[in-house]
């Protein structure tokens, strides 16, 4: 039998995060080869996530990224099964590193099929869902490109935007900001008209009738009345057309022309937990 050092433990504790006794016994049955000792932990780790397949991986963290010349982002969602999992230094540290890395693709397949330190991210998860005993896993991947593009992370990570503008004008870092905390607080439905899709147009004229139609409303004038609920619904419920949170007398495309007359949201990303 191979003499297992405290120093050998050390060092795949340090490289696999797996618990002190997981390391020496992966070890010890790897007779003291250290990449055998990594692949033994990896198979633990696989066992423990198809055990734990079923699991509602709602907790987590959304961490949205852009890259240096602020032409292009993405958000991912590291998500696990408990709130004391997310809030632990490592697990967020580990999806910041992750949503980095994420940066360079353009699909979450291409994503988790990106070498991470010598595995692939894939591997990463299944292998933490061992060390940790809980189900690790990408939810949400959204990319967005623009002339600028701004970013927000809500407080506790659990909600992450991304913002896209026509133009990297002046004043375009704090425009993008402001815009992403409110597509982050108001969860529009799309970014304008044109983008709601029609199912939801076809719903909410059918509410807006039925509603009309218990006031008593004649049916020639319910298509009329609906129409205007459903200009309504467009200005709650599309990001430019909204009522700016930070001034509820413009919009949010008048604050965004209020910093350039030309400026205009181009699209948005939002990633929530839950």
């Not at 250290?34 to 959304?62: N, P, Y």
């Not at 010598?118 to 869902?129: F, H, I, R």
């Not at 809980?134 to 992450?160: C, D, M, Q, T």
Request: with cysteine.
């Amino acid at each position: 039998m191979a003499k297992i050092t405290a120093a050998e433990v050390n060092k795949l504790r340090q490289t696999t995060g797996a618990g002190m006794m997981d390391c020496k016994n992966a070890l010890v049955e790897a007779e003291g080869d250290f990449e055998k000792a990594i692949e033994i932990l990896r198979k633990k780790g696989q066992k423990v996530a198809a055990k734990r397949a079923d699991r509602d991986s709602s907790e987590g963290a959304a961490i949205a990224k852009v890259n240096a010349d602020n032409t292009s982002g993405v958000i991912i969602s590291l998500n696990c099964e408990t709130d004391f999992v997310a809030k632990n230094d490592t697990f967020v540290a580990l999806a910041n590193d992750l949503a980095d890395l994420a940066l360079d693709f353009d699909t979450k397949e291409a994503f988790l099929n990106a070498d991470y330190k010598g595995t692939s991210v894939q591997d990463k998860l299944t292998e933490q869902t061992g060390v940790i005993g809980e189900k690790i896993e990408i939810g949400g991947f959204s990319r967005l490109s623009a002339p600028f593009v701004g970013s927000y992370i809500h407080a506790g990570n659990k909600i992450a935007t991304l913002v896209g503008l026509s133009a990297a004008v002046d004043g375009a870092d704090v425009a993008a900001k402001d815009v992403a905390m409110q597509a982050a607080a108001m969860n529009p439905v799309a970014l304008n008209e044109a983008g709601v899709d029609q199912s939801i147009i076809d719903k909410e004229i059918e509410i807006a009738k039925d509603q009309l139609r218990q006031e008593g409303k004649p049916e020639a004038m319910l298509d009329n009345i609906a129409k205007g609920k459903l200009n309504r619904f467009f200005k709650d419920n599309t990001l430019v057309n909204q009522d700016f949170i930070k001034d509820s007398k413009q919009s949010v495309a008048q604050y965004v022309k209020s910093v350039d007359s030309k400026l205009e949201v181009t699209g948005f990303k939002r990633v929530a937990l839950g």
